[in-house]
Structure formats: structure tokens, C-alpha cells
């Protein structure tokens, strides 16, 4: 049966917390969508890239600073493994569905934290894999985030809740400098002048 919610799984999994990951994940990826320039040659790749790198490296200073008390990182790698109190999780961009199987893998840092989460007698949670999965529209933007716990060998996960987020407004200040700047003469717009095709019968 799913739980109404991620704190009936777990305490450690309030909605307060849930939400603030929820919008962080969701800003930051504006972010760095609203930077994406494909006529600069930025492709999918780039974008994926630089998405990624922002989350894990920005989650590691939100550890560091203490900004969140309940939040840390067990492992600054690129597997990124986190923890909200003592559960553990990661990230993806995709759907629940369809989680990439390097996603599914698991770490020591992250099994060890999970046997310290959930108890023998709760051995249904300890053996899922907790992921936050971003899913994105066709121009890349944050469409819904899902926090889900996922089974290795099952193509659906296992509990899935769509986490609200707060909408950002991503204001992209660029540093244009009026020596750059140029004046455009007035465009010369004309009439085309249309003949008519003579015909055989004229």
C-alpha cells in the first residue's frame, strides 16, 4: 500500500525538507537552461553536463554551510549520495519509470546508511533505492519532481510522490558593455514588384 506520504515512511522526511530540495532542484535547472545558447554550440550533452555539475556542487556548499541542518553529503562523488536526516538518496533527470540503471546502483556509504535508517523490522524500505527524479518539458525546464523509491529489477518504483515546488523567475544578467554596442542603420524595406507571366493566348 503507498504511503500518504514520505513522513509515514520515515520522520526524517517531512515535507518541509522535501520541498526545499524540490524547489532547489527545480531553480537550479532553470538556471542553467536559461544559460543553455545552442547557436554558441551548446547541445543536449552540455546542457545534461552542466545540470548535473551544479546540483551536486551546490548541494556540497549547502552541506558545508549548514544552511540545511538536516541535509549532508556521504559521498561528494559523482555518484552523489545524500542524506535528509538519516535516509540516504540520490538524483536524476528522467522519469520513475525509466531511471537510468547506473541511477539504480548502490554505493557502501549509501547501503550502510540505509541499514542505519530503517530497521530490520521495516526491511521493505531498507532495500529500496530513494531517488529524486526530475522530469523536464521539450525546452528543458523543471516539469515535476517525484521523490521515489525504487526496486532494482522493477521498471516502476515502488512509492512515488510528486513533490511541490516554488517557481523561480531566473533573471540572467549579462555583462554587455557599451563599447559593444553598435548602431543598426534603418533597414530598406522596398515593395517587390510582381510581372504577370504572359500566356500562349496573348
Excluded at 531566473?170 to 558593455?177: F, G, M, P, S
Amino acid at each position: 500500500m503507498q504511503p500518504e506520504r514520505p513522513s509515514n515512511v520515515h520522520p526524517d522526511l517531512t515535507d518541509e525538507r522535501l520541498h526545499a530540495l524540490a524547489t532547489f532542484f527545480a531553480s537550479t535547472r532553470s538556471t542553467v537552461v536559461a544559460l543553455h545558447d545552442p547557436l554558441a554550440g551548446d547541445d543536449a550533452w552540455a546542457l545534461g553536463c552542466r545540470g548535473f555539475a551544479r546540483w551536486r556542487n551546490l548541494l556540497v556548499n549547502k552541506s558545508k554551510s549548514g544552511e540545511w541542518p538536516w541535509f549532508r553529503v556521504l559521498d561528494s562523488s559523482k555518484r552523489c549520495v545524500f542524506a535528509i536526516g538519516d535516509v540516504p538518496f540520490r538524483f536524476y533527470r528522467g522519469k520513475p519509470k525509466r531511471a537510468p540503471s547506473r541511477t539504480l546502483m548502490q554505493s557502501a556509504q549509501e547501503l550502510a546508511q540505509l541499514s542505519l535508517a530503517f530497521s530490520m523490522d521495516d526491511m521493505q524500505y531498507r532495500e529500496l533505492r530513494w531517488r529524486f527524479a526530475v522530469e523536464t518539458d521539450f525546452l528543458g525546464e523543471p516539469d515535476k519532481v517525484i521523490f521515489a523509491a525504487l526496486a532494482k529489477d522493477e521498471s516502476a518504483p515502488v512509492y512515488h510522490w510528486a513533490i511541490p515546488f516554488d517557481k523561480v523567475d531566473v533573471d540572467i544578467k549579462l555583462d554587455v558593455r557599451d563599447e559593444d554596442m553598435i548602431d543598426l542603420p534603418e533597414p530598406n524595406v522596398t515593395v517587390p514588384i510582381i510581372k504577370k507571366k504572359e500566356t500562349l493566348d496573348e
